[in-house]
């Protein structure tokens, strides 16, 4: 729970560096409570870059102002570095300190802190590893909340697979998995896999897809959207895509799944639950 009870705290929120396009938008929700008054109250307002905004304001004399929800969506085109941060009376501690992703959405609640929400509402998951010494690497999961369907008008047009991605921040280095089940219009309509992202000075990927129930695709890929073409068949269900690899961004940005289908108006339905896990290892 966060509560003010001064009149010069205040809570604020800051961006690492400037935005492309649209700032973030950013509400609060909260309870001030005296010895005779309970007043709810909100703020509504948006980022500005680099300078410091009052996400909510000090409260009154004898007051204390109990903070219950605070949202702030990233509705920019490239990840934000937010912090939020507690200001009292001029000196700051920082609250949560976190990239949030192309429409991604960190949250604070009363009850759960602060997390973050992936673009398709799931939250972001993650799990520590310990070898004996200081934990080096967190693993991350994000889940395929619902179906992702790609029926295009034009053959072998690829498009992303909407939720299933991770904020990759330049220079750092990433390990990542994908594991896509996906069904079939029909056993003569192929498929490729393949994902998209920021620029970056590395890649290094593996990616298997269904060909038949004993017989898959498989290629070494070092740049975005390959292969080029999709394979000619696949199962109508039971078809599996994994892919996974290495990638050092040079810019930061979302890495995401992609995927075609090979036939003309002919659906190729990514399904529910598939699975992206990441971690930076450097």
Known sequence: MLILTQTTDKIQVVLGGNVTTSQLQCMSSYRDITTTTYLPGRTVINTNNTTDVDLVGAPGSSTQRV?????????????????????????????????VGTGEMLQYTDKTGFFVLTSNG????????????????????????????????TANTIQDVTGLSFAATADYTYW??????????ATTTGSRWSINGPAFSRLNMRSEYTLAATTITVNSITAYNA?????????????????????????NGNVIARFASEVSGSAITAKAGATLRYMRII
């Open 227 to 251: 292969p080029a073409a999709s394979n000619a068949t696949s199962l109508k269900a039971g078809n599996l895509a994994t892919m996974w690899g290495i990638i050092v961004p040079s810019e």
């Open 67 to 99: 903070i219950d929800w605070i949202s702030i969506y990233n509705a920019d085109t490239v990840n934000a570095t937010v912090t939020i941060k507690f200001d009292a009376n001029g000196t700051e501690y920082v609250l949560f300190k976190g990239v």
């Open 122 to 153: 799931s939250t972001k998951q993650s799990q520590q590893f310990n070898s004996g010494s200081p934990v080096i690497n967190t693993l991350n999961v994000v889940v395929l909340s619902g179906d992702v369907i790609n029926n295009n008008a």
């Open 176 to 185: 990542f998995e994908f594991v896509i089940p996906y069904t079939a219009a």
